[in-house]
T-cell receptor
Framework: TQLLEQSPQFLSIQEGENLTVYCNSSSVFSSLQWYRQEPGEGPVLLVTVVTGGEVKKLKRLTFQFGDARKDSSLHITAAQPGDTGLYLC?????FGAGTRLTVKP | GAVVSQHPSRVICKSGTSVKIECRSLDFQATTMFWYRQFPKKSLMLMATSNEGSKATYEQGVEKDKFLINHASLTLSTLTVTSAHPEDSSFYICSGATSGRSYNEQFFGPGTRLTVL
């Protein structure tokens, strides 16, 4: 079973701060996805990373895929309350436990 | 982006009854659909994978006779929870994937909250 470990599990920060969340595995993935989920809703796809070492930017969000395609990170710059949610990484239809982010105004 | 709908969004039923949840891909053909279960403040647990016209593949520990999945068309999959019990209460989410995109990209429905009394 391919396990995806996400850290931190919980993160509470003030508006304007930067943060990084991590997704790690001992397995190699052909691609990893990052999703954001809000309470009572389904996850929404943010990005797919495919190539080792790849960096993708989505406004204030920067996603990186590790060179060995075993890990990924999500960096948010100048976080806003609207960024609050559960951030999930996924590989091969398996999900990590998620990082629950709260951004306080 | 691709849109997936689920119906109903919420359902409350009595113990012992069966409940059917529909998952529809609205603007794409979902060659594969996935069903997940999510407990409060937990991540998604894959229950089964279904390909259009084929029997679903269930994950270890998921009872196929209890959670009946039908994927009769490229835009519709259904999950029927048979003889529901309170421990089946959960948030059920479906997703669709298409061969036209990266296989691992899934587009999720909004989920169905099932409460079994």
């Amino acid at each position: 079973t391919q396990l995806l470990e996400q850290s931190p599990q919980f993160l509470s920060i003030q508006e304007g701060e930067n943060l990084t969340v991590y997704c790690n595995s001992s397995s190699v993935f052909s691609s990893l996805q990052w999703y954001r989920q809000e309470p009572g809703e389904g996850p929404v796809l943010l990005v797919t990373v495919v190539t080792g070492g790849e960096v993708k930017k989505l406004k204030r969000l920067t996603f990186q895929f590790g060179d060995a395609r075993k890990d990924s990170s999500l960096h948010i710059t100048a976080a806003q309350p609207g960024d609050t949610g559960l951030y999930l990484c996924a590989g091969d239809m398996r999900f990590g436990a998620g990082t629950r982010l709260t951004v306080k105004p | 982006g691709a849109v997936v709908s689920q119906h109903p969004s919420r359902v409350i039923c009595k113990s012992g009854t069966s409940v059917k949840i529909e998952c529809r891909s609205l603007d794409f053909q979902a060659t594969t659909m996935f069903w997940y279960r999510q407990f409060p403040k937990k991540s998604l647990m894959l229950m089964a994978t279904s390909n259009e016209g084929s029997k679903a593949t269930y994950e270890q520990g998921v009872e196929k006779d209890k959670f009946l999945i039908n994927h009769a068309s490229l835009t519709l999959s259904t999950l029927t929870v048979t003889s529901a019990h309170p421990e089946d209460s959960s948030f059920y989410i479906c997703s669709g994937a298409t061969s036209g995109r990266s296989y691992n990209e899934q587009f999720f429905g909004p989920g169905t909250r099932l409460t079994v009394l």
